[in-house]
């Protein structure tokens, strides 16, 4: 069974360059069944690998906590292509923003789960900020054009992504690199190197993105929730 995890892994990687390719074309229902398929794909890998992990009661709860985690982000995912699919100006803004929600509530799931599990190291506090205030700094030469709620939101969303990648070097300084904590590294280093391609590619026009920067936000970000869910395996 544990080979079904990485079968799914496989799948859910060839859904979101599925999902890239028809967002290229500007198929947006097909990209719409694409990411929710793949989403779904990363949900099973969570469900599964919980269940083949046979969890102690403190390990239930960690691996509880991220299915939780994974379905919010699904849910995001969903949005955001009814976003990308509605020509309503009044019903994108608030699909985006219901979808974006469901983004960070997942990610504040994430964020308390991690730091449950060691204690953070005070040198480390610091680095807290480091994002948010690039953000800010970003925000206030008016590189982006989001609105001052929204730079608010986001500075408080790139507050809980910092926490979820300082949390993943606290556990391997603490746990030493076991195949869990370099599983929870590498998927907050791609989660937020998304995020940060995702925000210049809506909210700073002129940056200069690769071409095909859509293929790298969707397979980093399908990569990291995979690396998550598969994390319950290995806890």
């Known amino acids: 069974m544990e080979a079904v995890l990485y079968v799914l892994v496989a799948i859910c990687f060839i859904f979101g360059v599925i999902k890239a390719r028809a967002g290229s074309k500007g198929d947006r229902d097909f990209e719409l069944i694409a990411k929710t398929v793949g989403?779904?794909?990363?949900?099973?890998?969570?469900?599964?690998?919980?269940?083949?992990s046979k969890p102690s009661s403190e390990n239930m709860r960690y691996g509880l906590a991220v299915i939780v985690a994974l379905i919010l982000g699904m849910l995001g995912d969903i949005f955001l292509c009814l976003y990308d699919s509605n020509a309503h100006a009044e019903r994108k803004n608030l699909i985006q923003t219901v979808g974006v929600v469901f983004f960070f509530l997942g990610h504040i799931c994430y964020m308390f789960n991690m730091l449950s599990l060691q204690p953070l190291k005070l040198y480390l506090l610091p680095t807290l900020l480091i994002f948010p205030l690039i953000y800010i700094i970003?925000?206030?030469?008016?590189?982006?054009t989001?609105?001052?709620?929204?730079?608010?939101?986001?500075?408080?969303?790139?507050?809980?992504?910092?926490t979820i990648l300082v949390s993943s070097i606290n556990l391997i300084i603490i746990s030493g690199a076991t195949a869990f904590t370099i599983l929870l590294l590498v998927a907050s280093v791609l989660f937020i190197s998304s995020d940060i391609v995702l925000g210049l590619s809506w909210f700073a026009p002129k940056a200069k993105l690769y071409k095909n920067h859509d293929y790298y936000i969707i397979l980093s970000y399908f990569t990291a929730q995979c690396l998550f869910a598969l994390s319950i395996y290995f806890i």
């Open 39 to 52: 989403a779904l794909t990363f949900v099973c890998i969570g469900i599964l690998a919980f269940f083949l």
């Open 138 to 144: 970003l925000a206030a030469k008016k590189v982006l």
């Open 146 to 162: 989001a609105s001052f709620a929204q730079n608010i939101m986001l500075t408080i969303y790139f507050l809980a992504l910092n």
